[in-house]
């Protein structure tokens, strides 16, 4: 890869990584909630399981979802309504339950597995390996754009997680707490009309 198309991508990665969007909301939600330490298995889960999902699609599957426009819409929707439900949950209950309905924060599986289903990652995945896994060399290509996602999603979800930490102060009641709550639950769900008016 060359100097100029890595600077890109870095640039590209860093600053999709930091932007607002479905993680992002539920990795400072689960902050305020259950604290940053128990947030580090959703933090690692975020990091890890979107770069080896942008690692998969961009050596395995971009030929096969640039060509499939249903395969396309139907992860799109699919994975809108899963993020919905994700987001009403978010807003009702301060996290995801257990099977005694318990909120509790995402698991490093959970929130690895959650990125298959987030259209904000699969748009980004796509349109990410679309133009920077080269053909000449995809297995070399995907590994440095994996990489680079990596430590952009490393340092997003870290420091989304302790603003989440920082504002626990402030979320002292069980009133703000719920305020708050709702309004995570909100802009997850926003992010999910937003990303259909794109």
Known sequence: ??????????????????????????????????????????????????????????FFLAQIFAESTLLREVLRWGGAALLLWVAWKVANSGGIGTVSGEPRPFSFLEAAGFQWINPKGWSMAIAVTTQFVSGNAPLNSALIVAGVFVVAGLGSATSWALAGQAITRWVNS????????????GLIAACVILLFLD
Do not use: C, K
């Not at 640039?11 to 689960?30: H, M």
């Not at 069980?174 to 639950?185: A, I, Q, S, W």
């Open 1 to 58: 890869m060359q100097l100029d198309t890595f600077l890109a991508l870095i640039t590209l990665a860093f600053t999709a990584a930091w932007t607002p969007g479905p993680n992002n909301a539920l990795v400072a939600n689960s902050a305020v909630n259950f604290g940053f330490q128990r947030t580090i298995p959703h933090i690692l889960g975020i990091a890890l399981g979107f770069s080896l999902m942008m690692f998969i699609v961009g």
């Open 174 to 185: 069980e009133l703000r707490l719920r305020m708050f709550n709702y309004t995570m639950g």
